[in-house]
């Protein structure tokens, strides 16, 4: 079965600052999907970012740019400049392309404070 | 907003009440799910539906029954349940066989007293 670790309960960044949240999975599969998801406090959880398993190029969307490392099984999230806004639990997840199954298998989370 | 709407917000609700949660997606996807979110467990995926029909059951106790009526609504009967079940409830839906990820409802804050 799949698994995803978040290693980093919590962690700290100061605005207009740099922060890499890590997350590791454990898969057998050659292909699938890897997302991020932030979830701010008392708010809906939306994707950040998304990465395919099948492309050597890491994601990249705004300020939000991935370091996906296939053959470690390693998948972290940089975000540059931070704002007060990305405040927020990030939930890194992990799912199989094929299979007719859209289960996502989420890691525990990392809770991020972003201090002015 | 993600297009997923979720009702109630907020439920508090006795063991022996029964009650149902609301979900609606207005972005014509074919599957929806139901997750639980306790604090500190990664989120647990509880229902899959995929073209109204269940494909997946992640053994979940029969106090929790899923309803999908049509693609775009979810419902979850709650019956006879226990105060470790106080959670999140989320909703989310996607389009099968996409790479589209999967969009979540705000969710139901459930208090089992």
């Known amino acids: 079965a799949q698994t995803v670790t978040q290693s980093q309960p919590e962690m700290s960044v100061q605005e207009a600052e740099t922060v890499t949240l890590s997350c590791t999975y454990d898969t057998s599969e050659s292909d699938y999907y890897l997302f991020w998801y932030k979830q701010p406090p008392s708010r809906q959880m939306i994707l950040v970012i998304r990465?395919?398993?099948?492309?050597?190029q890491n994601a990249t969307e705004n300020r939000f740019s991935v370091n996906f490392q296939k053959a470690a099984k390693s998948f972290s999230l940089k975000i540059s400049d931070s704002q007060l806004g990305d405040a927020a639990m990030y939930f890194c997840?992990?799912?199989?392309?094929?299979?007719?199954?859209?289960?996502?298998?989420f890691g525990k989370g990392t809770k991020l404070t972003v201090n002015p | 907003e993600t297009g997923v709407t979720q009702t109630p917000r907020h439920l508090v609700m006795g063991m022996t009440n029964k009650k149902s949660l609301k979900c609606e997606q207005h972005?014509?996807?074919?599957?929806m799910y139901w997750y639980k979110q306790s604090a500190k467990k990664p989120l647990e995926l509880m229902f899959v539906?995929?073209?109204?029909?269940?494909?997946e059951n992640n053994s979940v106790p029969s106090r929790f029954s899923p309803e999908c009526p049509n693609s775009s609504h979810l419902f979850l009967h709650l019956h006879t349940l226990q105060p470790e079940d106080s959670a999140l409830y989320l909703c989310?839906?996607?389009?099968?066989?996409?790479?589209?990820?999967?969009?979540f409802g705000p969710g139901t804050r459930l208090t089992v007293t």
């Open positions: 972005l014509g996807h074919n599957a």
């Open positions: 997840a992990y799912r199989r392309t094929q299979g007719g199954s859209e289960k996502l298998v």
């Open positions: 539906y995929n073209f109204k029909e269940q494909t």
């Open positions: 989310a839906s996607s389009q099968v066989s996409s790479s589209y990820e999967q969009y």
């Open positions: 990465q395919e398993a099948y492309k050597q």
